[in-house]
């Protein structure tokens, strides 16, 4: 997790723990639609609010990933 001015930016191996993913899903929902990571380079990143707020948004709903 990298922190700078108080913005928290998670990578896949972020969300990989945060979810109790393995690696494979962890890629697969940092590129689904509507999930809101970028693409910096040659990462996928997510911001830690952007993160919260899709949860908000999508609490009560099934999410499959591949």
Same mark, same amino acid.
């Given at each position: ?10 990578s896949?191996?972020?969300? $990989?723990?945060i979810?109790?993913f393995? *690696?494979?899903?962890?890629y %697969?929902?940092?590129?689904?639609? /509507?999930?809101p ?6 990462r996928?990143?997510?911001? $830690?609010?952007a993160l919260?707020?899709w *949860?908000?948004?999508?609490e %009560?709903?099934?999410?499959a990933? /591949?």
């Amino acid at each position: 997790m990298a922190q700078a001015n108080d913005i928290i930016i998670y990578s896949v191996k972020d969300i $990989k723990t945060i979810f109790g993913f393995s *690696l494979t899903q962890a890629y %697969g929902l940092m590129k689904a639609n /509507g999930f809101p990571s970028i693409r910096v380079g040659g990462r996928i990143v997510v911001e $830690k609010s952007a993160l919260e707020k899709w *949860l908000k948004k999508n609490e %009560g709903r099934k999410f499959a990933l /591949g």
